[in-house]
T-cell receptor
Framework: DAKTTQPPSMDCAEGRAANLPCNHS???????VYWYRQIHSQGPQYIIH???NNETNEMASLIITEDRKSSTLILPHATLRDTAVYYC????????????FGAGTRLTVKP | NAGVTQTPKFQVLKTGQSMTLQCAQD?????MYWYRQDPGMGLRLIYY???????DKGEVPNGYNVSRLNKREFSLRLESAAPSQTSVYFC???????????FGSGTRLTVV
């Protein structure tokens, strides 16, 4: 009963924007959308999260549709170091045991 | 640098041996977590501690025990290791609310 659906893999050219989609059609009103990435065998790295408004930080932008059933993580100028597995997670605010990681999307940035 | 520190980084155990994985964070976070990641798969939650003095089971707690020693430290113990526990173990921490988690670099455990 995965809460999110992501494509298993994507490619992106170096220097171009990488747009990673995520479907979460059963998201509840109090659930946030989180994005993490895992480079090679390192620990996952938190990227960004949002509730319903679009969010931007130094790493990425998060675009959430108005009905909140899907979102897109945007890496504006992908580099080779952005090659990683990207995880989209929905989670209620304040929860302690519901940051559940699925299979994610393997993004490969190519020269 | 501030963050989550895990020890050891690598460990090989024989079936039936016991060991404790250590985790410490210096960000004054309230909550701490133990995950395992099997090859080619996502992370699965083993145990978590929402705050100092409390621990609870996650998705895959069988074969493990945990101790929240103090606010900084959260250890994971394998009492009798089995080959099925061969995995990479990640510790993470977070503050209350909707903050993201900070992960350690992992412990790669092989049980032969």
């Amino acid at each position: 009963d995965a809460k999110t659906t992501q494509p298993p893999s994507m490619d992106c050219a170096e220097g171009r924007a990488a747009n990673l989609p995520c479907n979460h059609s059963t998201i509840s009103g109090n659930e946030y959308v989180y994005w993490y990435r895992q480079i090679h065998s390192q620990g996952p790295q938190y990227i960004i999260h949002g509730l319903k408004n679009n969010e931007t930080n130094e790493m990425a932008s998060l675009i959430i549709t108005e009905d909140r059933k899907s979102s897109t993580l945007i890496l504006p100028h992908a580099t080779l170091r952005d090659t990683a597995v990207y995880y989209c997670i929905v989670r209620a605010s304040g929860g302690s045991n519901d940051m559940r990681f699925g299979a994610g999307t393997r993004l490969t940035v190519k020269p | 640098n501030a963050g989550v520190t895990q020890t050891p980084k690598f460990q090989v155990l024989k079936t039936g041996q016991s060991m404790t994985l250590q985790c410490a964070q210096d960000m004054n976070h309230n909550s701490m977590y133990w995950y395992r990641q099997d090859p080619g798969m996502g992370l699965r939650l083993i145990y978590y501690s929402a705050s100092e003095g409390t621990t609870d089971k996650g998705e895959v707690p069988n074969g493990y025990n945990v101790s929240r020693l103090n606010k900084r430290e959260f250890s994971l113990r394998l009492e009798s290791a089995a080959p099925s526990q061969t995995s990479v173990y990640f510790c993470a921490s977070s503050d209350f609310g909707q903050d993201g988690y900070t992960f350690g670099s992992g412990t790669r455990l092989t049980v032969v």
